[in-house]
């Protein structure tokens, strides 16, 4: 008989992911069997590999048709280990040890935590002990690892655990309700927990309790608010769970506001002027509960109205004169005031110009010796009359009358001054009025009048043109002067004749003098 065997020896135990070569002694006629299964029909295998479990074995074959089988070699599998570890999830924070229980099939090689607590194996009773540290309370998690081996230390097995902390002294926001409460009526509020997870129950408090009667109904509360209180309450919740009792949770603070009360505006001015810096008005309310306010302007055209938090002013309409009416109106959550009472505004702008509307302005002394000048200016409360030389005349104003007593004493062209005046300043500008005095029983005012022969026609004159007559004059030079005397033109003139002609008209209309030697005549140009 053919001698066979294996070159393993022994059984084989393989973990889950090994395999395992099987050899034979013979290099020829071998056929290879598992389980009694021919494996291959090819006689000249001297070895195989394997990775599942069963019995193995050899035949050999001789020339002569005689066989024989080796010994069975069993190959074995191992199955996967199983770490299984036993805990609760969620745990109160102020426990001081935490006991797991291990059940290890086959044994615990490692155990990896990173909080600063600390984690014990106690191999002999097949517990975990844990005592959590600061770190792990402060994240409310703690996690580790542990790692298994099977007896054949071919394979591990990782598992990762959490031990969750119940939050007890975490304030949360749980309240849900109004924050304002308008109390100017019998007024109930509802407030509910929001999110009661983890609580066993709930106890509300009221600060202060005057404001209202408290009906707490475990996570509801009833509150029935006092009629007319107006201040802040505070509604403390506190909560209940398996860790610890009366833990406060939340606090929500509660307004009670009303309509706010009629407002008024105030201000130290109620005369303005619309070209000036402007004016603050404030608001004034009985209550601070106003979230603001609303200003009226009447007419709306007298002006523009910026506002503040509490306060505005009126950016006035360029040329805007007479009464505006200022109101105001104050909001919150609740509603809207009454409207204020009106703040009436008398509204000014700087005087304009004054205009002369009567009076002569050429004055024949002997026949007016006094003058009765009126003038008008736009806004003005009055106006103000000067005479220039001071000495020319005396007057006496009477707002937009002036009376002019002349002085016989000075002849010529004086000046007369207007300025208006109001509240609000002056008028930017004078208006200066031109007066020419003369004396008639001095002067030749007749056309036909004649002096040796020099005369002028027609005198007075509308156009500026006059005519001098020289007929019987020897002289040939002549002057013409304004009334002070001032000389305006000079110019020679041919004696004997009676048409020489003078132009007046652009030098204006008034008094002229006209000399040739000690002649002289009195042009009049209107």
């Given amino acids: 008989m053919p001698y066979v065997s294996l070159l393993n020896e022994g059984d084989l135990i393989l973990c889950s992911s090994e395999s395992v070569l099987l050899k034979t002694t013979n290099l020829n006629k071998s056929l290879w069997y598992k389980n009694d299964t021919l494996l291959s029909y090819n006689e000249n295998i001297y070895e195989i590999g394997v990775s599942e479990p069963g019995n193995y074995y050899v035949v050999k074959s ?134 009661n997870s983890n609580y066993t129950g709930f106890t509300w408090e009221l600060f202060p309790d005057s404001f209202a009667q408290l009906l707490p109904y475990d996570s509801i509360a009833l509150i029935n608010w006092v009629y007319g209180v107006n201040g802040n309450a505070k509604l403390v919740l506190y909560a209940n769970s398996s860790c610890a009792s009366q833990i406060p949770q939340d606090t929500l603070t509660v307004s009670l506001i009303s309509v706010p009360l009629k407002p008024q505006v105030i201000s130290q001015d109620t005369v303005m002027c619309n070209d000036v810096s402007p004016v603050i008005f404030n608001a004034h309310t009985a209550v601070n509960t ?11 055209n007298a002006g523009n109205i910026i506002t503040g938090a509490d306060s505005a002013y009126i950016l006035w309409n360029q040329g805007y004169n007479g009464s505006a009416y200022l109101n105001l109106i104050s909001y919150n959550n609740c509603g809207w005031s009454q409207i204020s009472d009106s703040l009436m505004l ?47 005349a005396e007057i006496t104003a009477y707002d937009t009358v002036c009376i002019v007593q002349w002085k016989s004493l000075i002849l010529g062209n004086i000046q007369l001054s207007m300025k208006a ?106």
Avoid at 145 to 150: D, H, Q
Avoid at 290 to 300: A, C, I, K, N, R
Avoid at 507 to 524: E, M, P, S, T, W
């Fill in 346 to 392: 008398d509204v000014f702008s700087v005087p304009e110009k004054p205009t002369l509307t009567m009076g002569d302005t050429i004055v024949n002394l002997p026949f007016e010796p006094v003058t009765e000048f009126r003038a008008f200016s736009a806004f003005s409360d009055s106006l103000i009359w000067q005479v220039f030389p001071n000495d020319a």
């Fill in 62 to 195: 001789d020339t002569n048709g005689c066989k024989n089988t080796s010994d069975t070699l069993a190959v074995v599998k191992l199955p996967f280990s199983e770490n299984i570890l036993t805990f609760d999830t969620l745990v109160c924070p102020n426990i001081d040890s935490l006991v797991f229980d291990l059940i290890i099939l086959d044994s615990l090689v490692d155990l990896n935590y990173s909080g600063n607590g600390t984690m014990k194996i106690d191999t002999l009773n097949r517990e975990i002990i844990f005592k959590p540290g600061s770190s792990d309370l402060t994240a409310g998690i703690s996690q580790f690892e542990t790692f298994t081996v099977e007896l054949n230390t071919c394979q591990y097995k990782r598992n990762i655990n959490s031990v969750k902390f119940i939050p007890v002294s975490q304030y949360n926001s749980l309240i849900s309700g109004d924050s304002i409460v308008c109390n100017n009526s019998m007024v109930q509020s509802i407030y509910h927990v929001s999110n």
């Fill in 421 to 526: 005046v109001n509240q609000c300043g002056f008028s930017a500008d004078s208006t200066l009025i031109n007066v020419f005095l003369y004396d008639s029983l001095l002067l030749n005012t007749h056309a036909d009048d004649t002096h040796n022969g020099f005369n002028v026609y027609p005198n007075p004159t509308s156009d500026g043109i006059v005519w001098l007559n020289m007929i019987n004059l020897n002289k040939d030079d002549v002057v013409l002067t304004d009334y002070m005397g001032t000389v305006l033109k000079s110019e020679s003139y041919m004696t004997g004749y009676a048409d020489n002609k003078i132009n007046l008209s652009h030098f204006g209309k008034g008094v002229y003098l006209l000399k040739a030697g000690k002649n002289i005549l009195k042009i009049i140009y209107l």
């Fill in 290 to 300: 106003v979230s603001g306010f609303s200003w009226l302007l009447t007419p709306y």
